[in-house]
Each structure stands twice: as C-alpha cells, then as structure tokens.
C-alpha cells in the first residue's frame, strides 16, 4: 500500500516500511475481552452497534490510515470520512486498512464516522 499512495517510509523491515505516526485522540481505547473460551475468541455478540465521530487536522502532505484490528473475526465497520462537507474514498485499502488524503481541501479538518459493534478496535494515525 506504501507504493500506491507514494510513500516509501523511513525504516524498511522486510516487506514492511516504517513510517512516524500521531495517533487520532478520541477514539476508545479499551479493548473488550469475551468473558468466555474458544474459538474464534471475537466471535461477534449480538448487541447494538456503536457510532463515534471525532474530528482531526490533517495537512496536505499527511495521510489517514484507519486500521480494524477485528477484522478476522468481526464485520466491518462503517467508516466514513469528509472533508469540506463531501465524503472521501480511501486512496488505498486492503483487508484491514484504509488511508485518505485530502491534498485539495479546502480546511484541513477531517470528519470521521465509525460505526461498530466495537469500535474500539479501530485505530486511526497520521503519517
């Protein structure tokens, strides 16, 4: 995903690039563990979804990378980002991650919506 946003990184570790991150502040941080044994060990619970919306700066040269750490065992989250009141598209995904750019906004605040059974296993940084 490094080669397709333009970016090389400042440490190489195998196949990864290490880049400097800011982490996202107001997001959950506590991470649920089931009461129970098993497998998977995050199976999904049914209860209601939770939404969380925070607010950042970004600028023009910085990425959004938001990452579900549940993926493998959890559904996706609903994950929203806008910028200048229109909605973004990930400039590159995969699986588990996705990053925005907002090289033409006109503010530099993004807008994030997550909705999740559990949101806090999203993490969000800027690079």
Known sequence: MARQ????GER???VFRLFPVLR?????TEV???DRH???????MPQPEKVVVTDIEIGATEHLAITHF????????RIRVFADAMELQPIASDWATRIYA???CAAPVLR???QAVTPELVDMVIF
């Open 5 to 8: 946003i333009g970016r090389n």
């Open 12 to 14: 190489k570790l195998g």
């Open 24 to 28: 996202v502040a107001g997001m959950p």
């Open 32 to 34: 649920r563990h089931p």
């Open 38 to 44: 098993g497998y998977p060990p995050f199976k999904e």
């Open 70 to 77: 549940g993926f493998a065992f959890l559904a996706s989250p």
């Open 102 to 104: 907002c090289k033409a």
């Open 112 to 114: 994030i919506e997550v």
